[in-house]
């Protein structure tokens, strides 16, 4: 885990400092008026119905909606296929050779719609982070997003929901990442589907037989090929 820590500072740094890691930059965060009456619009008529976000007439991306609940309403996300969940149960999680029972969250937008829209029972494993630089609105995002699997992406991308949580409970594990030991009941469940995560373009397939993957140079390379937006 001390491993762990070191190497986000490291990251940062990188790219404080503009040296490429194969992180690809998030959309910046900006609110505006419209938007900010259309989202509370839409969080109102979810709280009337169990928490269930209906985004069918707003205007905005559902990652739009779920930073600004990440960021004005101060709520945890946690991304999943299993759309009928009613309450988070820990779970083990694993990063290098520790391991956690408990729920994991971010106070990120796009890092758990990823978790959300991945087909866990297509894919051999994941490998994924997440750093935020500066503060909002000003907060600069990056990411890294690898899907171990020899299918073809329509066959491992699925619908799922992000979940929204309150932070009592909760501390901070590393970076972007939030970790609590007891059952946590949602109160906002977001339903996305791949066409909402807005970084699909940016998710590097390995096939999980690679011997040397060589994930970092393949994220630059794949970077460099990539058509500019």
């Not at 029972?121 to 609105?137: A, I, Y």
């Not at 619908?159 to 929204?164: M, N, S």
């Not at 096939?207 to 990539?226: G, Q, V, W």
């Amino acid at each position: 885990m001390r491993a762990l820590r070191w190497s986000v500072a490291l990251w940062r740094l990188c790219e404080r400092v503009g040296v490429d890691v194969g992180a690809t930059e998030g959309p910046p965060y900006r609110v505006d008026a419209a938007q900010r009456e259309a989202f509370e619009r839409v969080l109102a008529e979810a709280r009337q119905r169990d928490g269930l976000v209906d985004l069918t007439g707003c205007p905005y991306p559902a990652h739009e909606l779920l930073t600004y609940v990440a960021v004005e309403h101060r709520l945890l996300l946690h991304g999943s296929n299993d759309t009928a969940l009613e309450v988070l149960e820990p779970r083990p999680a694993r990063d290098f050779d520790t391991e956690l029972l408990a729920v994991v969250a971010a106070d990120d937008s796009i890092w758990p719609m990823f978790y959300a829209v991945v087909a866990r029972d297509h894919v051999e494993g994941v490998f994924t982070g997440c750093t935020h630089l500066g503060r909002p609105p000003r907060v600069r995002r990056f990411y890294l997003f690898v899907v171990f699997t020899d299918e073809q992406p329509s066959s491992w991308c699925t619908d799922g929901v992000v979940h929204a949580l309150p932070r009592a409970g909760f501390q901070r594990e590393w970076g972007q990442e939030w970790v609590r030991a007891d059952p946590v009941r949602p109160v906002l469940r977001v339903p996305v589907g791949p066409a909402d995560f807005p970084l699909r373009d940016a998710v590097l397939q390995v096939s999980p037989r690679d011997p040397s993957p060589k994930l970092i140079r393949r994220l630059r390379a794949a970077k460099r090929t990539r058509p500019r937006a």
